[in-house]
Nanobody, 124 residues
């Protein structure tokens, strides 16, 4: 099994930045598609950024040009650099091992092999 633990969330003012980290333990994490999704009360679970085993990335339109996903295969850490944050980015952010790297749509449970417990991002 794979265990995912997120960190780096917090409260920032609009225009600020945060970097989320997701530490993965278990077998095969470096060969899987990995991504970040977010969810806030009353809104759907939205895939915002993903990266495949070759390093190809994908982003949801609302975060393009502001968010950057990357991974350190040696340390087994997935990152999400978030710049120019907006109040509408406020959500719980989760990392997940996913079946593909399509973003901008709802990631249901069947799309994810594993997911973490999330880290809260609040932008005011």
């Amino acid at each position: 099994d794979v265990q995912l633990v997120e960190s780096g969330g917090g409260s920032v003012q609009a225009g600020g930045s945060l970097r989320l980290s997701c530490t993965a333990t278990g077998d095969g994490t470096d060969s899987r598609n990995m991504g970040w999704f977010r969810q806030s009360p009353g809104k759907m679970r939205l895939g915002v950024a993903a990266i495949d085993a070759d390093g190809t990335t994908s982003y949801a339109d609302p975060v393009k040009g502001r968010f950057a996903i990357s991974k350190d295969n040696v340390k087994n850490i997935l990152y999400l650099q978030m710049n120019d944050l907006k109040p509408e980015d406020t959500a719980m952010y989760y990392c997940a091992a996913v079946r593909g790297i399509k973003c901008g749509s709802r990631w249901n449970k069947n799309y994810m092999y594993y997911r973490g417990k999330g880290t809260q991002v609040t932008v005011s």
